[in-house]
């Protein structure tokens, strides 16, 4: 993610960002998909990986989803980006709200920022074009969201922490964990275990590991120009 050459003169399109239209072909909760690995990929883009396949976590769905990230809380704007995209609504908890100061901009309402995890969600769940449709929280705090923020329906909890907070309810057994960088192997280790930990100090620079029930992805993480303004945007001026 580069910083553009100029800034754009105005905020770049939301669906201008890489994002299937939502579908639930097994009619089931993200567990009961058999492989990310789609041709197209439903749901949030991820990536691609070595063979050129998209790689995919699935859209906001009948059953809630919990994610945890181990990397930089950049990453937590992409993931909003993409649950945008996807008809989400987002609410982004982190401790450092003026980077999220251009999207929220760009974002239409959809997209609020707070200082701490509020009673979450504060609208009701949703199927997508169904009245807020299906709710987000994307979190960069250091304490995690509590476990339960993800049990329910049209519901997605993120997580994005350089390792997992011991303890943590949230990080037992999440549905997907992201792994971001190489030098992250010993977390991976500790939340993961041994093999896990090999597949990240594996990595090479731009490369991503994403471990989930059904097996485990290497890839790099596709960035379009238009998210890249957007991630970079910068907020509306001050009075």
Same mark, same amino acid.
Request: proline share 13%.
């Given at each position: 993610?580069?910083?553009?050459?100029? =800034?754009?003169? /105005?905020?770049?399109?939301?669906?201008?960002?890489?994002?299937?239209?939502?579908?639930?072909?097994?009619?089931?909760?993200?567990?009961?998909?058999?492989?990310?690995?789609?041709?197209?990929?439903?749901?949030?883009?991820?990536?691609?990986?070595?063979?050129?396949?998209?790689?995919?976590?699935?859209?906001?769905?009948?059953?809630?989803?919990?994610?945890?990230?181990?990397?930089?809380?950049?990453?937590?704007?992409?993931?909003? !980006?993409?649950?945008?995209?996807?008809?989400?609504?987002? /609410?982004?908890?982190?401790?450092?709200?003026?980077?999220?100061?251009?999207?929220?901009? =760009?974002?239409?309402?959809?997209?609020?920022?707070?200082?701490?995890?509020?009673?979450?969600?504060?609208?009701?769940?949703?199927?997508?074009?169904?009245?807020?449709?299906?709710? #987000?929280?994307?979190?960069? !705090?250091?304490?995690? $969201?509590?476990?339960?923020?993800?049990? &329910?329906?049209?519901?997605?909890?993120?997580?994005?922490?350089?390792?997992? $907070?011991?303890?943590?309810?949230?990080?037992? #057994?999440?549905?997907?964990?992201?792994?971001?960088?190489?030098? !992250?192997?010993?977390?991976?280790?500790? !939340?993961?275990? #041994?093999?896990? =930990?090999?597949?990240?100090?594996?990595?090479?620079? &731009?490369?991503?590991?994403?471990?989930?029930?059904?097996?485990?992805?290497?890839?790099?993480?596709?960035?379009?120009?238009?998210?890249?303004?957007?991630?970079?945007a910068p907020g509306p001026p001050r009075a």
């Amino acid at each position: 993610m580069t910083a553009p050459n100029t =800034a754009p003169s /105005t905020a770049p399109d939301l669906a201008a960002i890489p994002g299937t239209p939502w579908s639930d072909p097994l009619g089931s909760s993200f567990r009961s998909f058999r492989s990310f690995r789609l041709a197209p990929a439903p749901g949030l883009h991820l990536g691609t990986d070595a063979t050129g396949r998209a790689v995919a976590l699935p859209a906001p769905g009948p059953a809630g989803t919990r994610i945890g990230v181990l990397g930089d809380a950049l990453f937590a704007r992409l993931l909003a !980006l993409r649950l945008l995209a996807v008809g989400a609504r987002v /609410t982004a908890a982190t401790r450092t709200p003026e980077p999220w100061a251009g999207l929220v901009q =760009a974002a239409g309402g959809r997209l609020d920022v707070a200082a701490s995890v509020p009673a979450w969600p504060g609208r009701t769940p949703a199927p997508p074009t169904v009245d807020d449709g299906p709710q #987000a929280l994307v979190s960069d !705090l250091r304490r995690p $969201p509590s476990r339960a923020t993800a049990n &329910g329906p049209w519901r997605t909890v993120v997580h994005v922490a350089n390792a997992a $907070p011991p303890r943590s309810g949230f990080w037992v #057994a999440p549905d997907a964990v992201i792994v971001l960088d190489r030098r !992250l192997a010993e977390a991976a280790d500790r !939340l993961l275990g #041994a093999e896990e =930990a090999r597949t990240t100090a594996s990595l090479s620079p &731009g490369e991503i590991a994403l471990f989930h029930p059904y097996g485990t992805h290497v890839l790099r993480v596709d960035v379009t120009p238009p998210e890249d303004a957007l991630l970079l945007a910068p907020g509306p001026p001050r009075a």
